[in-house]
Nanobody, 118 residues
Framework: QEKLVESGGGLVQPGGSLRLSCAAS????????IGWFRQAPGKGREGISC????????WHANSVKGRFSTSSDPAKTTAYLQMNSLKPEDTAVYYC???????????WGQGTQVTVSS
């Protein structure tokens, strides 16, 4: 069964860093656009970063630009979200999404909690 498995969340102090992983199980991430989203308590889910299906184009929300970056392993099995200079307002549940652009080939990770607090 195809699914995405997220890991890497946790508690970090302001200014710290975390790297989230989004591992594909049962399929390859090759030719998938990868999106990263987050949902803070009491708020809706917001998109923060994405990379298109050939990896040549990326976008980051203004709220994370210059602090967050995306990458993937050469085998295209795992996508990463590197988060630096974390702020308390980055506290949220983070989700990854892999979208092939065809109905039925759109997968979501289970979410991982990131808490930024001193």
């Amino acid at each position: 069964q195809e699914k995405l498995v997220e890991s890497g969340g946790g508690l970090v102090q302001p200014g710290g860093s975390l790297r989230l992983s989004c591992a594909a199980s049962g399929f390859s991430l090759d030719h998938y656009s990868i999106g990263w989203f987050r949902q803070a308590p009491g708020k809706g889910r917001e998109g923060i970063s994405c990379v298109n299906n050939n990896g040549r184009h990326s976008w980051h929300a203004n709220s994370v630009k210059g602090r967050f970056s995306t990458s993937s392993d050469p085998a295209k099995t795992t996508a990463y979200l590197q988060m630096n200079s974390l702020k308390p307002e980055d506290t949220a549940v983070y989700y990854c999404n892999a979208d092939f652009g065809v109905a039925g080939y759109d997968y979501w990770g289970q979410g991982t909690q990131v808490t930024v607090s001193s």
